[in-house]
């Protein structure tokens, strides 16, 4: 199976690294295209106001001067068309919990290979230390996907606690927990006394209750969440088109 990885902490950073050399070791066929650096936050953004320029590395890894899912897109669209499988975007430095998912360049990297032949895979390390864990729990998990039915258009989010393998204390499917609303941004000023804001860490959590991916973490289980890309409120399309369908 070829697979196409990516992340948004750009292509030099250790988790994607560890994620190629443990796919590769396992037999799997890999291509990786990543952000030439840090995007973390990009969220589902494209570059649109400027082209993009492309490295290809000694190594064979391509990097983008853009977003995740410019990167993403570039390799599905261009250098490797009709080559990959599927995504598995990673292995994240930090945990994608909650709502971390709306603002996640990881968890978009991933979305962008949702129209390929298998369903993509975000993969996060809860912590910045046991990558190798988290590339572990890839390879055992991983198989099992290809006997499972999943609907189009879904994205399989994996957040690994950052322990040694040993430790790890099992497997969990859950929902994603919610947090509470960030700090304000933080005002500070350049050398020429302009203005300048730095936007502050997310809020706090507000809902971590078992069956959540924030008690799963807290547990030392892998929480494994099924996010689907549909974002309409079914629930409300009756009650609406009354309301507004008269």
Not at 48 to 68: A, K, M
Not at 127 to 135: D, I, L, R, S, V
Not at 206 to 234: C, W
Request: with cysteine; aromatic share 6%; net charge negative.
């Amino acid at each position: 199976m070829t697979l196409l990885l990516s992340n948004d902490d750009g292509v030099h950073a250790p988790g994607l690294k560890m994620l190629a050399r443990t796919l590769s070791a396992a037999g799997y066929d890999i291509r990786v295209s990543a952000p030439d650096r840090d995007r973390s936050g990009a969220s589902n953004s494209l570059t649109l106001d400027r082209p993009l320029q492309v490295i290809h590395h000694e190594n064979g890894f391509h990097s983008v001067d853009g977003t995740p899912t410019d990167a993403v897109h570039l390799a599905l669209n261009e250098f490797h068309a009709d080559t990959c499988e599927r995504v598995i975007a990673g292995i994240n430095s930090g945990a994608n919990l909650g709502d971390d998912v709306l603002y996640s360049g990881t968890v978009a990297a991933a979305t962008e290979g949702r129209f390929l032949k298998r369903t993509p895979i975000a993969v996060s390390l809860c912590g910045k230390t046991h990558f190798e864990t988290a590339g572990r729990v890839l390879i055992d998990i991983l198989p099992q996907f290809e006997s499972l039915a999943l609907p189009r258009n879904a994205v399989i989010n994996v957040n690994v606690p950052d322990l040694p393998y040993e430790d790890i204390t099992g497997v969990e499917v859950t929902r994603l927990g919610h947090r509470n609303k960030a700090d304000n941004p933080v005002k500070t000023t350049n050398p020429r006394g302009k203005e300048l804001f730095w936007i502050s860490a997310a809020g706090d959590v507000a809902d971590a209750g078992p069956g959540t991916d924030f008690y799963a973490i807290e547990q030392g289980r892998v929480s494994i969440t099924p996010i689907q890309i549909d974002m309409t409120l079914h629930s409300m399309l009756v009650p609406m088109s009354e309301y507004f369908e008269k």
